[in-house]
């Protein structure tokens, strides 16, 4: 298959890829990615770089702090791919990304500049932060039970579906005795494991409300465009085409479940046939494989990653 009849769509992590020392690598050998780096510190006010770079973890694993800390890396490694290729980068047919990753989407199509993108997205940390210290929860993930057995766990217990990753994964959001009753339901109907995970509140549910009012006030005072192309949102596995589309999708996306299985085959089905991962971190890339194993996943996260996908393709 020559280039020209690869069809690619760009993908995006979410929060808990991120780690201490994230990006270095491209931040010491690629001019363009210390570029993003320098805006995300100049734009903060304050240097997100070297919290990256150096730490402390607890701080870096602080909500406010890792959601701008991954898109940084992520719109780094995108802008060193393109530095790399120069005039023979692939434009993509679509992009998605997940949870937090759907904003860094927005600015590699256009929507919106990168020093309101990080802006926009420390915010949405700090909302979602306040709403978890108003209304405490947590999140688990379930192995080996499809979207259709938690249907019947969330009806019975109250948790909400916040990830449908892949066939056989699935996050679960709510309160914590709820959770906890939820992954017992889980593992006594046939699930192979149920993990809590280490988050700070029931991100993708109704406990969310409390930040969409503050997340549409700072959505509201931003200056966005239509994207280059289609961006297939989270909650609806469907293309959005236009800059306010975008935003109710934002604002939806808070509270709402983040169909990662649905939205690869949308982009499968739409032709796409490789799939770039920019970020830290291969979850993307290793769970697009497992939605379907005939397409090509990538994952660039640093310069000898980046040199391999273009040997590659």
């Given at each position: 298959?020559?280039?020209?009849?690869k069809?690619?769509?760009y993908?995006?992590?979410?929060q808990?890829s991120?780690?201490?020392?994230?990006?270095?690598?491209?931040?010491?050998?690629?001019?363009?990615?210390?570029?993003?780096?320098?805006?995300?510190?100049?734009?903060?006010?304050?240097?997100?770089?070297?919290?990256?770079?150096?730490g402390?973890?607890?701080?870096?694993?602080?909500t406010?702090?890792?959601?701008?800390?991954i898109?940084?890396?992520?719109?780094?490694?995108?802008?060193?791919?393109?530095e790399?290729?120069?005039?023979?980068?692939?434009?993509?047919?679509?992009?998605?990304?997940?949870?937090?990753?759907?904003?860094?989407?927005?600015?590699?199509?256009g929507?919106l500049?990168?020093?309101?993108?990080?802006?926009?997205?420390?915010?949405?940390?700090?909302?979602?932060?306040?709403?978890?210290?108003?209304?405490?929860?947590g999140?688990?993930?379930?192995?080996?039970?499809g979207?259709?057995?938690?249907?019947?766990?969330?009806?019975?217990?109250?948790?909400?579906?916040?990830?449908?990753?892949?066939?056989?994964?699935?996050?679960?959001?709510g309160?914590?005795?709820?959770?906890?009753?939820?992954?017992?339901?889980?593992?006594?109907r046939?699930?192979?494991?149920?993990?809590?995970?280490?988050?700070?509140?029931?991100?993708?549910?109704?406990?969310?409300?409390?930040?969409?009012?503050?997340?549409?006030?700072?959505?509201?005072?931003?200056?966005m465009?239509?994207?280059?192309?289609?961006?297939?949102?989270?909650?609806?596995?469907?293309?959005?085409?236009t800059?306010?589309?975008?935003?109710?999708?934002?604002?939806?996306?808070?509270?709402?479940?983040?169909?990662?299985?649905?939205?690869?085959?949308?982009?499968?089905?739409?032709?796409?046939?490789h799939?770039?991962?920019?970020?830290?971190?291969?979850?993307?890339?290793?769970?697009?494989?497992?939605?379907?194993?005939?397409?090509?996943?990538y994952?660039?996260?640093?310069?000898?990653?980046?040199?391999?996908?273009?040997?590659?393709?």
């Open positions: 298959m020559t280039q020209e009849s069809e690619f769509s993908v995006f992590p979410g808990g991120q780690s201490v020392g994230m990006g270095l690598e491209l931040y010491e050998s690629s001019p363009a990615a210390r570029e993003v780096f320098e805006e995300a510190d100049d734009s903060l006010g304050f240097s997100l770089s070297r919290l990256i770079f150096e402390p973890t607890r701080d870096l694993q602080d406010v702090n890792s959601q701008p800390a898109m940084v890396v992520s719109i780094a490694c995108w802008k060193a791919w393109e790399y290729l120069g005039a023979q980068s692939p434009k993509p047919i679509s992009a998605a990304g997940h949870s937090l990753g759907e904003y860094t989407s927005l600015v590699v199509a929507v500049r990168f020093a309101d993108g990080i802006q926009l997205v420390r915010e949405r940390g700090r909302l979602m932060h306040e709403a978890s210290e108003l209304r405490p929860g999140m688990a993930a379930i192995i080996g039970l979207e259709l057995a938690f249907e019947h766990i969330c009806a019975e217990t109250g948790v909400e579906l916040a990830n449908v990753n892949s066939d056989d994964q699935v996050v679960i959001s309160d914590k005795i709820a959770v906890a009753r939820a992954m017992d339901l889980a593992m006594a046939g699930a192979k494991k149920a993990v809590p995970l280490k988050v700070s509140g029931a991100f993708h549910s109704s406990l969310m409300g409390h930040a969409q009012q503050g997340l549409m006030e700072a959505i509201a005072g931003l200056e465009a239509d994207p280059v192309f289609p961006i297939v949102a989270n909650s609806m596995a469907a293309p959005v085409i800059a306010d589309e975008v935003r109710g999708e934002l604002i939806e996306g808070l509270c709402h479940c983040v169909r990662w299985k649905q939205s690869v085959r949308y982009m499968v089905d739409s032709g796409a046939s799939f770039v991962e920019f970020g830290p971190s291969r979850v993307l890339s290793s769970l697009i494989k497992r939605i379907d194993g005939d397409v090509e996943a994952t660039l996260s640093d310069p000898a990653s980046i040199e391999k996908v273009v040997a590659e393709i």
